[in-house]
Each structure stands twice: as C-alpha cells, then as structure tokens.
Antibody, heavy 119, light 109 residues
Framework: EVQLVQSGAEVKKPGESLRISCKGS????????ISWVRQMPGKGLEWMGR????????NYSPSFQGHVTVSADKSISTAYLKWSSLKASDTAMYYC????????????WGQGTLVTVSS | QSVLTQPPSVSGAPGQRVTISCTGS?????????VHWYQQLPGTAPKLLIY???NRPSGVPDRFSGSKSGTSASLAITGLQAEDEADYYC?????????FGSGTKVTVL
C-alpha cells in the first residue's frame, strides 16, 4: 500500500526555523517525485516545489523560491520542507504528494502537517 | 489569483448533474498539457479524482467524468450524492511549473 506519512503539527514563533517531513512507503521512492502543496486557512491549493529523490533535483514556484527549501534523504525514503525564518503568513496546512513526472498527477497525498506561526 | 479559473461554488439537488469548469490559457491547458482533478472532503487531504483529462483512478465512481477542449476543462458529477459535497480543484502544468485552479465548493441541496 502506497503511503505518505507526514510529521506532526508544529507551533513556532516568527523568525524561527522549521523542517517538516514526509516519509514514503509501499513504492519506489527514487522512481517518483515528491511535491509540496500549501493550503492557507480557508483558501485553495498552491504548489510550492518538488524534488526528484534520485538526484535531489528541485523546482520551485516563483512564489516560494528563496523562502523554502525542499530536500530528500533517499536512504530513508523521506522528503523535507524547510524554512530558515518563519513568518506569521506561513501559517497553513502543508501537504506532500507523489507524482511520476512533470505532466503526471499527484496521485497519493500525505495527511498534511499544520504549521502555526504566532508570537 | 489562480492561473486556472473555476467558479467559486456550484450546487444541485441529489440526483442532479453538476459541472465545474476550469479555464486556463495557451501556456497551460491550451498548450496540450493534461488536466487533473482533485476532491477535498472537509478536513481531509485532497484525493486524485480524474487524471489525464478524463481517466478515473481505481475506486472512483463513474458518476465523475472529465473532459478537455481548447484552453478549458470540465468536471461533471452525475447523480449527485450527499457525500459529493466537497471542494474540487483542477490542476495542470505551466511555466511555474504546476498550477491549481481556484477551487469550487460543491453543495448538495
């Protein structure tokens, strides 16, 4: 069974750093890409960036480039989304999702990680 | 502002047919890229509903169907059921490179 299991909810202060994770199982982690998607409270889905775990190649949306970093450790089938300095506007639900290539659908999704940034 | 435009809401009585449009441009849907649709039930993660414009993953009822023409795509739900009340998003490839629609809330009256 294909599964993407994300790390738990986080509460952070502005300016703090954070890394959340997404562990894949039931499929070949290096034969798929992992994307991260943001959903702000009451809002729609926004694609942030993706990684190919086989070679760690990344793409980012211009809206998120430079503010987040996507990485992966293929030895433990885990992808990461990292912030070096959180803002209150980063408060959102973050989902990881699997896809097989650039024009393929996001066919399996993690359960989501809620990040709350508040002073 | 989303690159792909959807109506904010549609509604219908049980058993009726509703459609959701997804309007893009020559840089995404009109360039020949596939459109995929996702269903997000309240408080849950999105789920793939339609892929490659008109294909249903295993387990998705055939009440759901998708189509694409020119720079637009559509999702149709026939025989609307109470459990279909959810948010629906289209998605395609673009220079960004991935874009989602603005989302449509389906309400079952």
């Amino acid at each position: 069974e294909v599964q993407l299991v994300q790390s738990g909810a986080e509460v952070k202060k502005p300016g703090e750093s954070l890394r959340i994770s997404c562990k894949g199982s039931g499929f070949s982690f290096t034969r798929n890409w992992i994307s991260w998607v943001r959903q702000m409270p009451g809002k729609g889905l926004e694609w942030m960036g993706r990684i190919d775990p086989s070679d760690s190649y990344t793409n980012y949306s211009p809206s998120f480039q430079g503010h987040v970093t996507v990485s992966a450790d293929k030895s433990i089938s885990t992808a990461y989304l990292k912030w070096s300095s959180l803002k209150a506007s980063d408060t959102a639900m973050y989902y990881c999702a699997r896809h097989s290539g650039y024009d393929f659908p996001l066919d399996y999704w993690g359960q989501g990680t809620l990040v709350t940034v508040s002073s | 502002q989303s690159v792909l435009t959807q109506p904010p809401s549609v509604s219908g009585a049980p058993g009726q047919r509703v459609t959701i449009s997804c309007t893009g441009s020559s840089s995404n849907i009109g360039a020949g890229y596939d459109v995929h649709w996702y269903q997000q039930l309240p408080g849950t993660a999105p789920k793939l509903l339609i892929y490659g414009n008109s294909n249903r993953p295993s387990g998705v009822p055939d009440r759901f169907s998708g189509s694409k023409s020119g720079t637009s795509a559509s999702l149709a739900i026939t025989g609307l059921q109470a459990e279909d009340e959810a948010d629906y998003y289209c998605q395609s490839y673009d220079s960004r490179p991935y874009v989602f629609g603005s989302g449509t809330k389906v309400t079952v009256l």
